[in-house]
Structures are given as structure tokens and as C-alpha cells.
């Protein structure tokens, strides 16, 4: 893992200077204020529009706290997971084809610290904008709603960022196999659809990045949230993997 202190300062630079860091901090903060203000006041926007019939207003339920949170885990989740693809589809694919990487290895660093730095900076990345994204959720759930366990909200957040890294370290791998950001994308997204497919499966459906959410509502909400070491294990297992598979393939690579 030689130089892997250097790489790794070298792509959290690239993120600032190319803006992804901060564009995709206020993506996710831009979700977390709306999810929300939407559970709230959507079934005031529907009523006003359906007014002339009572039968309709009558079936729009009244606006709680969970709803707040599902809507928050809805959006970070769907959009999280295309972030996270979108980030990583070209991160290795791009510097490939464009002979940077065989540049940057010509320096005395390994081709695992070249790896290892580059999805560590994307983890870093999705965590910053989770973070600000659970701030922002928190404080307006609490305006709008009531206040929530901030150990329980917290540890939803970390459940959220751990499955959108999966997505993202199985689209790093995708773009380590080829030599093109859109088959590395390809490859994320077919990931996601599997893994969306394998959720609604008995047993092993729970294990899934999707099926994190369960749990992370629970902790939000303060209810039971069951066994949620097993599936955090099982997801940080994929990531390795997933690192591990690329960088036994990008050491066998001609550049």
C-alpha cells in the first residue's frame, strides 16, 4: 500500500476542485430539506386540490413523524444509490483510457494504494454529504414534526451511507474490469437491480443494501430494529469483496 497517504490526499483534492464533493452535498441536502416538508404538506396540497370531493380528502391520512422519515429514507435511498454510481462509474475506466493511471503508476506507489484511494475518497465523499443530509433531516423533521432520538436518527444515517459505499464499491469494480465510465455504470446499475431483486427474497432478502432500511427506520423512530449486526456485516463483506475482486483483476491490467 505504498504512497496510499499521498493518493488518498491527492483524490480528496480532486473532489473539491472539481466541485463533486459540494455538489453532492447539496444534492443530498436538498433531498433531506424536502423529504420532509413534503410528508407534511403534501396531504394539505392534495386536499386543496380535491376539495370539491369530500370522499378523497377523507382518505388522505394525517401527516406523522414516520412518515417524515420514510419519505427521507425513500429519497436518499433511490437518488443515494444513482449518486454513488455516478461517482464511481468512471473513477478507474476514465484514468485508463485516458493513460493517467499508467502515468501516476510509474511513482512508487502500489496499484492497491491506487485502488484503495480512490474508493476510500469516494466513501469519504458520500459520508460528508450523508452527514449534512442527516443534519439538515433531523432539524426539519423536528420543526415540522417532533424530535427524534438523535443516537437513533444518527445511526440511520450511518445504515444509509454503509448500502449507498456498496453500490459504489460494486461500481468501482465494474469500472476497474473495463475501460469505459458507461460500462462501469452499466455494471453498478445492473448491481442495483439485482441486489433490489435478492431484497424481496425471504432470509437472504434481508441482507441486501435495500433491506438496511428497515432497520434504519426502526433506530429513527426509536422502535425494535432486530438483528442489524448480521446485514452490516454481510454489506462491509461486499465492499471488501467487491475491492478485493478489483484489485486482483487491475494488478493483472497492461496500462
Known amino acids: 500500500m505504498s504512497g496510499?497517504?499521498?493518493?488518498?490526499r491527492?483524490?480528496?483534492?480532486?473532489?473539491?476542485?472539481?466541485?463533486?464533493?459540494?455538489?453532492?452535498?447539496?444534492?443530498?441536502a436538498l433531498f433531506a430539506i424536502v423529504s420532509p416538508l413534503t410528508a407534511k404538506y403534501l396531504p394539505d396540497i392534495v386536499r386543496a386540490l380535491a376539495g370539491s370531493q369530500p370522499s378523497l380528502v377523507g382518505l388522505i391520512p394525517t401527516p406523522t413523524t414516520a412518515d417524515a422519515v420514510?419519505?427521507?429514507l425513500k429519497n436518499l435511498t433511490q437518488f443515494g444509490a444513482l449518486t454513488a454510481i455516478l461517482l464511481a462509474m468512471g473513477t478507474v475506466a476514465t484514468e485508463k483510457e485516458r493513460g493517467t493511471a499508467a502515468f501516476v503508476l510509474t511513482?512508487?506507489?502500489?496499484?492497491?494504494?491506487?485502488?484503495?484511494?480512490?474508493?476510500?475518497?469516494i466513501a469519504a465523499n458520500l459520508?460528508?454529504?450523508?452527514?449534512?443530509?442527516?443534519?439538515?433531516?433531523?432539524?426539519?423533521?423536528a420543526v415540522l414534526f417532533e424530535s427524534l432520538p438523535?443516537?437513533?436518527y444518527a445511526a440511520m444515517c450511518v445504515l444509509l451511507w454503509l448500502s449507498l459505499v456498496v453500490y459504489a464499491a460494486l461500481t468501482f469494480l465494474g469500472s476497474t474490469l473495463t475501460s469505459s465510465a458507461a460500462a462501469g455504470a452499466g455494471i453498478g446499475?445492473?448491481?442495483?437491480?439485482?441486489?433490489?431483486?435478492?431484497?424481496?427474497?425471504?432470509?437472504?432478502g434481508q441482507y441486501m443494501?435495500?433491506?438496511?432500511?428497515?432497520?434504519?427506520?426502526?433506530?429513527?423512530?426509536?422502535?425494535?430494529?432486530?438483528?442489524?449486526?448480521?446485514?452490516?456485516?454481510?454489506?462491509?463483506?461486499?465492499?471488501?469483496?467487491?475491492?478485493?475482486?478489483?484489485?486482483l483483476s487491475f494488478r493483472r491490467q497492461e496500462l
Open 70 to 72: 420514510d419519505q427521507y
Open 189 to 204: 446499475i445492473v448491481f442495483l437491480v439485482v441486489t433490489g431483486i435478492i431484497s424481496a427474497l425471504p432470509t437472504v
Open 4 to 8: 496510499f497517504g499521498l493518493l488518498l
Open 107 to 121: 511513482k512508487p506507489v502500489s496499484r492497491a494504494a491506487f485502488l484503495a484511494a480512490k474508493l476510500v475518497a
Open 127 to 141: 459520508l460528508v454529504a450523508t452527514a449534512v443530509a442527516g443534519i439538515l433531516g433531523y432539524y426539519y423533521t
Open 209 to 247: 443494501p435495500e433491506s438496511l432500511a428497515l432497520p434504519a427506520r426502526a433506530l429513527a423512530l426509536g422502535l425494535p430494529s432486530g438483528d442489524v449486526a448480521a446485514p452490516v456485516v454481510v454489506n462491509v463483506a461486499i465492499v471488501l469483496a467487491a475491492a478485493l475482486l478489483a484489485w
Open 150 to 152: 438523535v443516537d437513533g
Open 10 to 28: 491527492k483524490e480528496l483534492l480532486e473532489q473539491t476542485r472539481t466541485m463533486r464533493l459540494y455538489v453532492v452535498a447539496i444534492v443530498f
